[in-house]
């Protein structure tokens, strides 16, 4: 029970990773706000399902007050919302550009503008953990749009983990960088470029979200409370 009576917000919460990390915290005894633009297909004691658009500031600042009014604190914030819009660059058009930016890198700030600060109040601290990608790192072809946002998410983390750890509280800020993870999307991909995508990592296959669950679970835990400002890869030792 590493989050017992721990209070998080998990965006993304609806399926693929987002809901791995929401089912695990519950599991170690933390509430989880299940917050999506879709409706959360399950239930579970101690999940609150919360209907959220991350690019809408309005509401994500109502989010924040629901959440902190409510259970009186914020220990962890998991910044799990995210899209694509793929197309090379020549084809890409505004709206695949502005879509991905928006949800993207926009909706992640939008949240921890107020979170971050009020965890800076707490004299427990908090623990924001934002989920950016190998394609951060490395780049793709046909995804710049992704690549940026995801990139972005590194300066944002290692920003935060100075901002909001200045006056002297335990708020830690770090980002988990996963490689090619067998979600929803990855299972309408062909086998073929599955095998490639596998062939190209040093443990040749590909991740399953509750890998990268438990590495979210091991940074909003107090294991991890010495590790803020980092980007952890989890990959697979994948080559790009």
Not at 58 to 74: D, L, P
Not at 75 to 97: C, F, H, P, S, Y
Not at 131 to 152: D, L, P, R, W
């Amino acid at each position: 029970m590493r989050l017992s009576g721990k209070i998080a917000i998990v965006t993304g919460a609806a399926a693929g990773i987002g809901r791995c990390i929401t089912e695990l915290f519950v599991k170690e005894g933390a509430t989880v706000v299940a917050c999506d633009v879709a409706d959360i297909p399950y239930k579970l004691e101690k999940v609150e399902p919360y209907s959220l658009n991350v690019t809408d500031r309005e509401a994500c600042e109502k989010c924040f007050k629901h959440v902190s009014e409510k259970y009186g604190k914020i220990d962890i914030l998991i910044n799990n919302a995210g899209i694509t819009r793929d197309a090379m660059t020549v084809k890409m058009t505004d709206e695949q550009w502005d879509s991905v930016i928006d949800v993207n890198l926009n909706g992640i700030f939008n949240l921890t503008r107020h979170v971050g600060p009020f965890m800076e109040r707490q004299e427990t601290g908090g623990s924001i953990v934002s989920i950016s990608s190998v394609v951060g790192e490395f780049g793709n072809i046909g995804q710049a749009n992704y690549a940026a946002t995801k990139s972005a998410i590194f300066g944002l983390t290692k920003s935060w983990a100075k901002e909001f750890a200045r006056k002297g509280v335990p708020v830690r800020a770090n980002a988990i960088a996963p490689g090619y993870i067998m979600t929803d999307i990855l299972k309408t991909v062909p086998q073929d470029l599955l095998d490639k995508f596998s062939s190209q990592t040093m443990l040749g296959r590909l991740g399953e979200p509750e890998e990268i669950a438990n590495m979210a679970l091991f940074l909003a835990s107090d294991e991890a409370s010495y590790v803020t400002g980092q980007v952890i890869s989890v990959n697979g030792g994948m080559r790009l």
